[in-house]
């Protein structure tokens, strides 16, 4: 029953001074209690809510770089250009055809152009495994893959052109700034080279030619087929023993063997994990040689000049380098090591933007734990 605020048996009180009587405190607590957990609970409920409107979707992040036109994104596809936005993809290999192909991003157009468009895969599609054709599944995952590979180079090279000033700078008797010198030090670090040798730091911080990657992707990973691809987005096949490292038990390990293979949160982690590895690890030595050679004959490393500084990456060293160079030669992936990134959005970018297919908030990939 609802009281009438005017009847004699309903306490008047004043609007601007509310009293409550002692023993009532408790109540006034419980309540404001359950509303806080009324909120906190409304909080995880939008946030499952998100999870949940996510779940079974691939993310896409697409990139306008600031030179872009302004008026190529609407506000509602992420904001200005130079931003980068999510495309929502459902979790099929045909969907993802399918946005690709709306993108304009065909590897024939890429071959001819030189230009890879800003376009960086979360996961490959969990069906991977499951198309028929072998040319379409050989196609879409090189096109999931170069992007990100030449993501990685484009920030390698970042690092390495800014080395090269630094040095120059310190060889010319310049002292460096604190941040400079904080850089540094960070950089020797991360490279596994023991400070002061310049030389040999320069030797690491470099690119893999993405006929290499693409090559060894494609074969450790069957062409993304693979349980690890799928579902650990492991492309590269890496071990490791430490419990500390996500990873996979392979179902054919010797019964006495410990190793893993290393998971990622994305597909862009493994890449850099892959690339870091060849720019570090002893075994690719020679790799690291041979392509500081080509550089000094004013040469760009390519990825069948290279592939023979990776035969450690399998017990089969010889003729793992001799397919290698029969998946990059048979598939024309040599061509691809000219290729860079591109600096504007493309018609049908623009067109796509237009018709609210790329929609989501303004994010960046991160690389979480799987």
Avoid at 41 to 69: F, H, K
Avoid at 131 to 143: A, Q
Avoid at 154 to 170: G, P, T
Avoid at 289 to 315: D, F, I, N, Q
């Amino acid at each position: 029953m609802i009281s009438d605020p005017d009847s004699p048996s309903q306490p008047k009180t004043d609007p601007h001074r509310a009293s409550v009587a002692p023993g009532s405190w408790w109540v006034v607590i419980s309540v404001l209690l359950a509303a806080a957990l009324g909120l906190a609970a409304l909080a995880g409920s939008m946030r499952l809510s998100e999870q949940l409107r996510l779940r079974g979707m691939l993310t896409v992040e697409a990139v306008a770089p600031m030179r872009s036109p302004a008026a190529v994104l609407p506000t509602a596809a992420g904001g200005a250009a130079g931003r980068p936005v999510l495309l929502r993809v459902r979790n099929t290999t045909a969907s993802l055809a399918r946005t690709f192909r709306k993108l304009g991003y065909q590897l024939a157009a890429v071959r001819a152009s030189g230009e890879v468009p800003r376009l960086f895969l979360s996961e490959l599609p969990r069906d991977f495994d499951e198309i028929g054709s072998v040319e379409r599944r050989k196609s879409l995952f090189l096109r999931s893959l170069l992007p990100l590979v030449l993501r990685e180079n484009e920030r390698l090279l970042a690092q390495r052109e800014r080395l090269q000033r630094l040095q120059q700078k310190l060889d010319g008797g310049e002292e460096p700034t604190p941040a400079e010198r904080a850089w540094l030090a960070e950089l020797y670090g991360h490279f596994g080279v023991q400070p002061g040798r310049s030389a040999e730091l320069l030797r690491r911080v470099d690119v893999v030619p993405p006929s290499l990657a693409l090559a060894q992707a494609a074969t450790e990973s069957g062409w993304g087929t693979s349980r690890f691809a799928r579902e650990g987005n492991a492309l590269f096949g890496q071990w490791t023993w430490s419990d500390d490292v996500p990873g996979m038990v392979p179902r054919e390990r010797d019964g006495d063997a410990t190793h893993r293979v290393r998971a990622f949160g994305s597909l862009d982690a493994s890449v850099r994990a892959y690339m870091h590895t060849l720019n570090t690890h002893r075994a690719y030595r020679d790799l690291r040689a041979h392509r500081e050679a080509l550089r000094r004959k004013g040469r760009t490393p390519g990825g069948l000049a290279l592939a023979g500084g990776v035969s450690r990456y399998s017990e089969e060293r010889g003729d793992y380098t001799a397919r290698l160079r029969r998946v990059i030669r048979g598939n024309d992936l040599h061509a691809l090591d000219g290729t860079s990134l591109g600096h504007a959005w493309s018609g049908a970018t623009a067109q796509a933007a237009g018709q609210g297919l790329l929609s989501g908030p303004a994010l960046i990939a991160q690389e979480p734990g799987r």
